[in-house]
Every structure is written in C-alpha cells, then in structure tokens.
C-alpha cells in the first residue's frame, strides 16, 4: 500500500442555525486516511455521518476546519472547481443509487466518462457493465432493473472513472440482506483490484468490520 495521504480532515466543524439557536452537527473531526484504505464511518442516526460524508466530497462548505483532497484544500476552491475535482477523483454510492430515470445502464456508467472527456465512453462503460454482471442490461432503464442491479450500475458509475477515493453512503440500506451481500462483496473486490480507497458510512456492524479500520461518531464528536 501506498503512504500517500488521499484525504486529511483537520479540525472540521459544521454548525447551522435552528430558529436563533445555533445546532452542532460535527465538532472537531480531524483524521487522515490513506492511499488504498477502507474505512468505515459509524454511528448512531442524527450522529452526523451523511453530514461529514457532504463534507469530504465538498458537496457542503464546513463551519470552521479543513478538508483536503490529494492535497488540495477544498475551501479554496470555489463551487465549481470542487466540481471539477469531484469529476477528476471522486466516485459516489449512494443508498438510493441516485441514478438517471431517463438514461439507459449504459448511459448512467456513461455519463461520468464523458464528463472527464474520455472518447472511449461507450466501450469502457459497457466493459464495466459487463464486470458487475449486467452485460445483458445495457440498454435498460432504472425502472426496468432491480434495486441490486441498480446499486451495480452505481458501482460501475463509481468505479469506471478510475477515481482515487470512493464514498459509500449506507450502500445496501434499501436492499434485502442476500442482495446487499452481493452489491457489499462485489465492491470490496472491485476496490481491491482498482486499488482504489474506500470510505463508507454504514449502521451495519458486519459490513463496518471488513474495513481496516472504522471511525465512530457520536453527537457529532469523533470517538478515541
């Protein structure tokens, strides 16, 4: 494994305003993690996991602290250059697979491609479609898939672009058990052969316990 530091949390704090009193949702958080690392972020719901998870990817702006991605600060970037760095190395799953009604499999694994100016978009998103098992599903829509082959689409999405870092939120949260342990040991496997790193928010104990290490929130504090 490599030692680079992929990403480095320095003191991140997240406060909003509820009716004139002022609501901490993260107090804090600093810790790093490494090139190839898996890593499971746990906690109670209300804890701040899905918050903390906005802030890693710079979809959200934090109150006070640092994030930085390969190096890069993220609150020096403007909205649109966070963009830029998420479609550069970033990869997204999410619990609701987030994918586009109105696009085929192929087009949503697609769609990241063509965004980071790949001209071999097609080829590559049905190679990927075909290393999750959905060869025969190309030209299907989400509606016409079920939710364990949509969270495979998600994957390939995710995994397709090469990206240094992947951040799962709650992967199988909306899948049954059997299926969530198909989508869970199919995205250890593509993370262990792209050497990619891994951080994951999840409830479940199990899947929290194949990660080399797991971070646990509690009322928005980072446990020792």
């Known amino acids: 494994m490599s030692e680079e530091i992929v990403l480095e949390v320095r003191g991140l704090t997240k406060e909003v305003d509820n009716a004139g009193l002022t609501l901490k949702i993260l107090q804090q958080i600093s810790f790093s993690v490494m090139s190839g690392e898996t890593v499971a972020i746990m906690g109670a719901s209300g804890s701040g996991k899905s918050t903390l998870l906005g802030l890693l990817a710079g979809l959200d702006v934090a109150s006070s602290g640092e994030v930085l991605l390969a190096g890069q600060a993220l609150s020096a970037l403007d909205e649109d250059a966070r963009a830029v760095l998420r479609a550069q190395g970033l990869g997204f799953v999410f619990q609701s697979f987030q994918l586009l009604p109105a696009l085929t499999a192929l087009e949503n694994v697609m769609l990241p491609l063509e965004l980071a100016g790949r001209s071999d978009a097609a080829a590559l998103a049905q190679s990927w479609l075909q290393r999750v098992g959905l060869g025969e599903r190309l030209q299907h829509y989400p509606k016409h898939l079920s939710g364990g082959e949509q969270q495979r689409v998600a994957l390939a999405r995710a995994f397709a672009p090469r990206p240094k870092l992947v951040l799962a939120d709650e ?3 909306n899948l049954d058990a059997a299926t969530g342990a198909q989508v869970i040991d199919l995205m250890f496997e593509l993370n262990a052969r792209e050497g990619t790193t891994l951080i994951l928010v999840t409830h ?5 316990a194949r990660c080399q290490r797991v971070l ?9």
């Open 204 to 208: 479940d104990a199990a899947l929290a």
């Open 171 to 173: 992967p199988t949260g």
């Open 216 to 224: 646990r929130l509690q009322a928005g504090c980072l446990l020792a």
